[in-house]
């Protein structure tokens, strides 16, 4: 993801409300987020589909190294050997 800035990307929502389609251009031109406040307090995030995907795929990705982490601490883990014992019997 690409990251804000500050003076470009934080708009308030009677701003964004009057330039819907241009900020939605924005978005998926410059690929960075765009904070609406309302009141002067951040409200809501605009991003671009493609780099909302991408976010969660590395989410994803964190959260099975995480299992993965806890799961050999508790000891549940499996020999390299074994895992290609395993895989070899499946061919």
Not at 63 to 75: F, P, T, W
Request: proline share 2%.
């Amino acid at each position: 993801m690409y990251r804000i800035q500050l003076d470009k990307d934080i708009q308030p929502l009677s701003e964004f409300r009057s330039k819907v389609a241009f900020y939605f251009d924005k978005v998926k031109k410059t690929k960075r987020p765009l904070i609406i406040t309302q009141n002067g307090k951040s409200a809501a995030i605009l991003l671009d589909v493609s780099e909302y995907e991408s976010m969660i795929d590395k989410i994803e990705v964190l959260e099975e190294i995480k299992l993965a982490e806890a799961q050999i601490s508790n000891g549940l883990k499996i020999s390299h050997k074994d895992v290609k014992k395993k895989f070899a019997k499946r061919s």
